[in-house]
T-cell receptor, first 114, second 111 residues
Framework: SQTIHQWPATLVQPVGSPLSLECTVE??????LYWYRQAAGRGLQLLFY??????ISSEVPQNLSASRPQDRQFILSSKKLLLSDSGFYLC?????????????FGPGTRLTVT | DQQVKQNSPSLSVQEGRISILNCDYT??????FLWYKKYPAEGPTFLIS?????DKNEDGRFTVFLNKSAKHLSLHIVPSQPGDSAVYFC??????????FGTGTRLTIIP
């Protein structure tokens, strides 16, 4: 069966510091991968998605970036965090169109920028 | 431009009764719809989905209804249980590898 991991679970970072959140998927190959953010009391905002290694689509212009160095690894980064980057970050995977469009989410990372 | 809308931010239902969560969409190109359930500080969990060629899909206590002419879908939970208390998101897909999510409805089941 497929499993998705995210770490860390919680993170408190000062404004201006760098960020690296990691997501890995087990039990599947060539998944689509997604990064979402849920701000307090808000819905799910898609930040980035990837349909293959090195292929990243950005949905929202901001100071975040994403990379996919391996088939089942997705990394969310920032060089300098802003207060507005605080939120609950979720990674998700799907098998992709033609196989399954359902997305399956990881446990999330709670980021607080102070 | 909110293409998927959940106009009720919250809903309270007595335990054992039916919970009905609603979702409206504007893009007629959407051809697949999904419901997710989310507990605080956890990732959303996929519940049930429906293709646009159907008008109903059932899985245990959960049934999703789709009214394409009204661009409306609903999730029925019968009977409602305390563990159903969560935020429910509807989502829609039209072939671009992405889901468009609604803003969520917080369901509270009253014992």
């Amino acid at each position: 069966s497929q499993t998705i991991h995210q770490w860390p679970a919680t993170l408190v970072q000062p404004v201006g510091s760098p960020l690296s959140l990691e997501c890995t998927v087990e039990g599947t190959s060539n998944p689509n991968l997604y990064w979402y953010r849920q701000a307090a009391g808000r819905g799910l905002q898609l930040l980035f998605y990837s349909v293959g290694i090195g292929q990243i689509s950005s949905e929202v212009p901001q100071n975040l970036s994403a990379s996919r160095p391996q088939d089942r690894q997705f990394i969310l980064s920032s060089k300098k965090l802003l207060l507005s980057d605080s939120g609950f970050y979720l990674c998700a995977w799907s098998a992709g169109a033609g196989v399954g469009v359902e997305q399956y989410f990881g446990p999330g990372t709670r980021l607080t920028v102070t | 431009d909110q293409q998927v809308k959940q106009n009720s931010p919250s809903l309270s239902v007595q335990e054992g009764r039916i919970s009905i969560l609603n979702c409206d969409y504007t893009n007629s190109m959407f051809d697949y719809f999904l419901w997710y359930k989310k507990y605080p500080a956890e990732g959303p969990t996929f519940l049930i989905s429906i293709s646009s060629i159907k008008d109903k899909n059932e899985d245990g206590r959960f049934t999703v209804f789709l009214n394409k002419s009204a661009k409306h879908l609903s999730l029925h939970i019968v009977p409602s249980q305390p563990g159903d208390s969560a935020v429910y998101f509807c989502a829609a897909y039209f072939g671009n590898e992405k889901l468009t999510f609604g803003t969520g409805t917080r369901l509270t089941i009253i014992p």
